[in-house]
């Protein structure tokens, strides 16, 4: 199976700030990346599919890249709405398997 | 728009099973695969299973294999998950998702529902 892993776990960060998460596979997954934000208590919101295109509705702040093993998720400048949970997802296999999640929140 | 609504959650003893159901409405419910994702309390998302446009394939993580079975009917526009053999790490919120991908074309899930809460504990 392929493995997820994030970093950091934790991002302190101020309203303003460039925030960039890292997602890393196990092997490669080309493309079939996406990235979830969560809020506490509620459902994930789907922010970016297949690496880079960004999901209809979604602020242009946000922006992924990557391809292979290695993806970014990057925030460029960081909003008071932004402080949430963000997961990224593979699904190059009929595994669909999330990353361990990275909190950000206010510094 | 895109609604999913998750039922059937509850209190449950270890061994025990039951039955989760998703009503789907506001998009063509038999164009879309369905996916069932868990968290349990204070953790991270874990992904649980995967059903076809179609049913013609499933696909579950290993934790759960062999003991859920996820199944759909579209002619009610329903997914269900089928829990059996439940053990308390089972506990978790479940939520329903639609996968983005439109008849197949591979994908990730793009709208969820607001999930549904299972404990299993004597």
């Known amino acids: 199976d392929i493995q997820m892993t994030q970093s950091p776990s934790t991002l302190s960060a101020s309203v303003g700030d460039r925030v960039t998460i890292t997602c890393r596979a196990s092997q490669s997954i080309s493309s079939w990346l996406a990235w979830y934000q969560q809020k506490p208590g509620k459902a994930p919101k789907l922010l970016i599919y297949?690496?880079?295109s960004l999901e209809s509705g979604v602020p242009s702040r946000f922006s992924g890249s990557g391809s292979g093993t290695e993806f970014t998720l990057t925030i460029s400048s960081l909003q008071p709405d932004d402080f949430a949970t963000y997961y990224c997802?593979?699904?190059?296999?009929?595994?669909?398997?999330f990353g361990p999640g990275t909190k950000v929140d206010i510094k | 728009q895109v609604q999913l609504v998750e039922s059937g959650g509850g209190v449950v003893q270890p061994g025990g099973s039951l039955r989760l159901s998703c009503a789907a409405s506001g998009f063509t419910f038999s164009s879309y695969g369905m996916h069932w994702v868990r968290q349990a309390p204070g953790k991270g998302l874990e992904w649980v299973a995967f059903?076809?446009?179609?049913?013609?394939?499933?696909y579950y993580a290993d934790s759960v294999k062999g003991r859920f079975t996820i199944s759909r009917d579209n002619s009610k526009n329903t997914l269900y998950l089928q829990m059996n053999s439940l053990r308390a790490e089972d506990t978790a919120v479940y939520y329903c998702?639609?996968?983005?991908?439109?008849?197949?074309?591979?994908?990730?899930?793009?709208?969820w529902g607001q999930g549904t809460l299972v404990t299993v504990s004597s």
């Open positions: 059903i076809r446009y179609d049913g013609s394939n499933k």
């Open positions: 297949k690496a880079s």
């Open positions: 997802q593979q699904y190059n296999s009929y595994s669909f398997t």
């Open positions: 998702a639609k996968d983005k991908g439109n008849r197949g074309l591979r994908s990730s899930p793009d709208y």
